[in-house]
């Protein structure tokens, strides 16, 4: 039984990889003949004009594994037009550049669709003991949670295999978990299609990229994340809000730190910068590849606690490397400038 399970895995991995691998090509020229380009300068660290649609590929990928392997329901519809009107957000977004506020009407509405039409709700959660039951809040957090999964890695999409690389740990690291607990549903074929789709995608985006997945690709790999925690909760052994939160620790970290950072400058919150997680380790004089190897390894530590924390009924080892990954945040932001500029600072305490 278990043999046949990891076939079909393999399967729902290889074939959507294969494909987006090899029709990432054509992607590329396609966005060059719409003009989905992104120019080089201002904050962007790339010096060259890339060709931003691999999210399409990402898509295009997506769709013919869940042809393949998924089942027809009302959920999965609602997967399946939700996406679509994020792909649509992305590409107009990609070849024109939208403002912010028209964005996030895309993702509101992608979002409504999930939680309106598809029932896929944030019901209740319950973390080290303490149950919550949302009751009439249920269907605007639903709505925020899945908007915020959406600018997490929108926001950290900025460098090369950065969000692509986060979203395959988070695919792979609830996929595992889904096996071990004997969870093969709807998540599970989602789970496994977009691992070997974003996978396809990277053998093309990982340092030095040859396209990147644009707003399109950032804001899909973002909003199936969101579906996929959101029908994760339905599982007794899943309802722990600390697991799939806990695997996106490094996004959602890094989009925190942006908006603290920016209400301290009295910046508008929606405004790019170059003060993310990424740039702080490259202005420490690492390259590229090495700051999003560390990047990985981070977020792989903070996947590895999520699985222990399944496998260790008392939690006890948990809870030690959660800890230990609090510290090493602590000092990331003690050393760092993610937050607050040091040498402005300093400035402040000699006028005083």
Same mark, same amino acid.
């Given at each position: +039984? ?5 076939g079909?895995?393999?399967?729902m991995?290889?074939i ?21 380009? !992104?120019?080089p300068?201002?904050?962007?660290i790339?010096?060259?004009? +890339?060709?931003?649609?691999g999210g399409?590929?990402?898509f /295009?990928?997506?769709?013919?594994g ?6 027809h329901?009302?959920q999965?519809?609602s ?8 792909i649509?957000t992305?590409?107009?977004?990609d070849?024109c550049t ?5 964005k996030?009407?895309?993702?509101i509405?992608?979002?409504?669709i999930?939680?309106?039409y598809?029932k896929?709700?944030l ?8 149950y919550?039951n ?12 899945i908007?915020a999964?959406i ?5 950290? !999409?900025?460098?090369?295999g950065?969000?692509?690389g ?9 996929g ?8 093969v549903?709807l998540e599970?074929?989602l ?6 789709s974003?996978?396809? /995608?990277?053998?093309?985006? /990982?340092y ?6 644009g707003?399109t690709?950032s +804001?899909?790999?973002?909003f ?5 925690a959101?029908?994760?909760f339905?599982?007794?052994?899943m309802?722990s809000l600390?697991?799939p939160?806990?695997?996106?620790a ?6 925190l ?13 929606y405004?790019? !910068?170059a003060?993310?997680i990424h ?5 420490r004089?690492l ?7 560390i990047i990985?390894?981070?977020?792989i530590?903070?996947a590895?606690?999520?699985i222990v924390y399944?496998?260790d ?8 490397v959660?800890?230990t ?14 937050i ?9 305490f000699?006028?005083?």
């Amino acid at each position: +039984m278990m043999n046949d399970l990891i076939g079909q895995v393999l399967l729902m991995v290889f074939i959507p990889f294969a494909f987006v691998a090899l029709t990432m090509p054509l992607i590329k020229k396609i966005a060059f003949k719409l003009g989905a380009i !992104d120019n080089p300068g201002g904050r962007h660290i790339h010096k060259r004009v +890339m060709p931003k649609l691999g999210g399409l590929g990402i898509f /295009f990928g997506f769709l013919l594994g869940y042809m393949i392997f998924g089942e027809h329901s009302a959920q999965m519809n609602s997967v399946l037009i939700g996406s679509f009107v994020i792909i649509i957000t992305g590409m107009i977004d990609d070849i024109c550049t939208l403002k912010p506020k028209h964005k996030l009407i895309g993702q509101i509405v992608a979002a409504c669709i999930i939680a309106f039409y598809g029932k896929i709700l944030l019901v209740d959660v319950s973390a080290f003991g303490i149950y919550l039951n949302f009751g009439i809040l249920t269907y605007p957090l639903t709505i925020l949670f899945i908007v915020a999964c959406i600018n997490c890695i929108n926001l950290i !999409d900025g460098m090369d295999g950065l969000a692509g690389g986060i979203s395959c740990i988070y695919y792979l690291t609830i996929g595992i978990i889904g096996i071990m607990v004997g969870k093969v549903d709807l998540e599970f074929v989602l789970t496994f299609v977009m691992l070997g789709s974003t996978l396809g /995608f990277l053998v093309h985006n /990982f340092y030095p990229a040859k396209i990147f997945a644009g707003d399109t690709g950032s +804001m899909f790999m973002g909003f199936i994340i969101a579906v996929i925690a959101l029908l994760g909760f339905k599982n007794v052994t899943m309802t722990s809000l600390i697991i799939p939160l806990l695997i996106l620790a490094v996004p959602i970290l890094d989009t925190l730190f942006a908006i603290i950072r920016r209400a301290l400058k009295h910046e508008k919150i929606y405004e790019g !910068d170059a003060s993310h997680i990424h740039h702080q380790l490259l202005n420490r004089n690492l390259s590229q590849r090495k700051t999003v190897l560390i990047i990985y390894f981070i977020n792989i530590l903070f996947a590895f606690a999520s699985i222990v924390y399944i496998v260790d009924v008392e939690n006890t080892i948990s809870y030690y490397v959660y800890a230990t990954l609090t510290i090493i945040v602590i000092l990331f932001v003690w050393n760092t400038d993610i937050i607050f500029d040091k040498k402005e600072l300093k400035k402040r305490f000699k006028r005083k």
